[in-house]
């Protein structure tokens, strides 16, 4: 993970993430899953360049007051570079297996809105206060501040039409959400109607989306390469869940996966509907750099002549 963090920082790559798991996703099993903010601490101390971010980090995971003065530091360790991905949470599982529970949808929301609330009172005052229903902190002081004047950019993940998007209309700087054609132009329609109804700028807000990548030269290759990450995780998984796993690489509609044209031709489709960055996850990372390296060479150049996007490492 450090050598990928040095090959994207002494690259073109605007940004590297990870996610906030405890437990291996789609399937818990015993593979490694490291926790997301002190990876951010260690590749804040490793990387000099690129921007640092989570995808998304679970607002109920750690007390708000307390993840607030977590990212403030890394920040300060980074040298101003922390972006602070949150999200209401949804592994239940997991969830339940750290003792959390698994609170309904409308209190998990609930949570996140009052945990933004703090994170931006603490970044831009050093000091935050909320009796919230959920939270309640009295006087919080997160000092020294984060480096980055008005505090560590929020991106709101998730596409909940009623709260979260609401939610991001109101407090973030990007949103995350579906990243096909017809759901993204959903989401940020709604998010524009929000935003008159908050009376915030919708122009002000970047829209965001992931994108599992897989990128050859050919398509044939393409399908070899989904054929060995099918065979890699099959162990882990069983093959039932191997092949579900690997099913949206093979459906044709995953818009990060082809040849460098064919992935150039949607994503500039996406850049016409709005999008802003596109955070792209590439699943043989760990074990076969070539498809970055394709993409950095084909695919980014094309992006960024297109129309200055601005694309990001998971």
Not at 43 to 69: D, E, H, I, W
Request: hydrophobic share 40%; aromatic share 10%; glycine share 10%.
């Amino acid at each position: 993970m450090s050598s990928l963090a040095a090959h994207a920082d002494a690259g073109a790559w605007e940004s590297i993430w990870v996610y906030d798991h405890f437990h291996t996703v789609p399937v818990a099993t015993d593979e490694a899953t490291h926790e997301a903010w002190t990876l951010m601490a260690a590749f804040a101390a490793t990387t000099s360049r690129v921007r640092l971010g989570q995808m998304c980090t679970c607002m109920s995971y750690r007390n708000p007051a307390y993840l607030a003065k977590v990212a403030a530091t890394a920040d300060l360790i980074s040298g101003g570079r922390v972006e602070m991905g949150i999200g209401a949470g949804w592994y239940e599982q997991e969830w339940k297996a750290y003792g959390y529970g698994f609170p309904r949808a409308g209190e998990r929301l609930a949570r996140l809105e009052e945990g933004v609330q703090i994170m931006k009172q603490a970044w831009t005052t050093g000091r935050a206060t909320l009796q919230g229903e959920h939270y309640q902190v009295e006087d919080a002081i997160v000092r020294p501040l984060p480096l980055q004047e008005g505090g560590i950019p929020l991106w709101i993940a998730g596409g909940g039409e009623k709260v979260t998007l609401r939610i991001a209309a109101q407090y973030a700087q990007y949103t995350n959400f579906d990243g096909s054609p017809a759901g993204f132009a959903q989401k940020s329609a709604l998010l524009r109607g929000h935003c008159e109804a908050l009376g915030t700028d919708f122009d002000a807000i970047t829209r965001s989306s992931n994108y599992n990548t897989i990128v050859a030269a050919t398509e044939a290759e393409v399908a070899s390469r989904i054929d060995a990450i099918e065979a890699r995780v099959t162990p882990s998984l069983g093959e039932a869940k191997a092949a579900e796993f690997v099913s949206e690489y093979r459906s044709g509609e995953a818009l990060g996966v082809g040849t460098p044209e064919q992935i150039v031709e949607r994503l500039t489709g996406m850049q016409e509907l709005g999008l802003g960055y596109s955070i792209h996850y590439f699943p043989e990372a760990a074990y076969d750099r070539s498809g970055i390296e394709l993409f950095e060479r084909e695919v980014m150049p094309a992006l960024l002549g297109a129309r200055e996007a601005v694309s990001a490492l998971a």
